[in-house]
């Protein structure tokens, strides 16, 4: 079984609506981290968290939130879709190992927003 | 802002070697390196400390210049399977693990 799943794995929605991204991990770690990828931008960081209680913006979180709602769980919002939220979205866990530095990347969800 | 990555696509054939570069206007406190091949998620290579410290890939090395904040990705004798987009990232002083990552740099290993 995967260490870090995301749900759904794709997801079509239209402008408006509101949309929720799921990330579980069984990794154990206390860090994880959501980050959205468009071609030919690389990836940039949405929001991070260190534990439950620890949850912090990155680059670009406009129009985003986020929940930790335990170490192994955190979800990403869209409050109201809108179109250039398309891209694909990786949730991604790090922990003890490797000094805490080695991020391990969930599958991804391909989120479309018409 | 984002750390820039050179070049931004590479082609090789099996056994050539290859550089990656990656450069940031900020002061570094380490460089992270990904790879991510096509329709998969990034992987881990390798991370490059200040003060010279490297963990990661036992057949890529790389080079973290602090003067310079730029770090450097040698993949010498390439195999089919080094195939995919290079990411680098890099964590400022005291949020090493607050990433920002470059655009990337494709590379294509042919045979």
């Known amino acids: 079984d995967a260490d870090v799943t995301q749900t759904p794995r794709n997801r079509i929605t239209k402008t408006g609506k509101r949309i929720m991204l799921e990330c579980s991990q069984t990794k154990g770690h206390d860090r994880m981290y959501w980050y959205r990828q468009d071609p030919g931008l690389g990836l940039r960081l949405i929001y991070y968290s260190f534990d439950v209680k620890d949850i912090n913006k990155g680059e670009i979180s406009d129009g985003y939130s986020v929940s930790r709602q335990a170490q192994a769980k955190f979800s990403l919002s869209l409050e109201s879709a809108i179109p250039n939220q398309t891209a694909l979205y990786f949730c991604a866990t790090s922990g003890p190992d490797r000094g805490g530095y080695e991020q391990y990347f969930g599958p991804g969800t391909r989120l479309t927003v018409t | 802002q984002q750390p820039v990555q050179s070049p931004q696509a590479v082609i090789l054939r099996e056994g050539e070697d290859a550089v990656i570069n990656c450069s940031s206007s900020k002061a570094l406190y380490s460089v992270h390196w990904y790879r991510q091949k096509h329709g998969e998620a990034p992987v881990f290579l390798m991370i490059l400390l200040k003060g010279g410290e490297q963990k990661g890939h036992e057949k890529i090395s790389a080079s973290f210049n602090e003067k310079k904040q730029q770090s450097s990705l040698y993949l010498t004798a390439s195999q089919l399977s080094y195939s995919g987009t290079y990411f680098c990232?890099?964590?400022?002083?005291?949020?090493?693990?607050?990433?920002?990552f470059g655009t990337g740099t494709l590379l294509a290993v042919q045979p």
């Open positions: 990232g890099t964590g400022p002083i005291g949020a090493t693990n607050k990433l920002i």
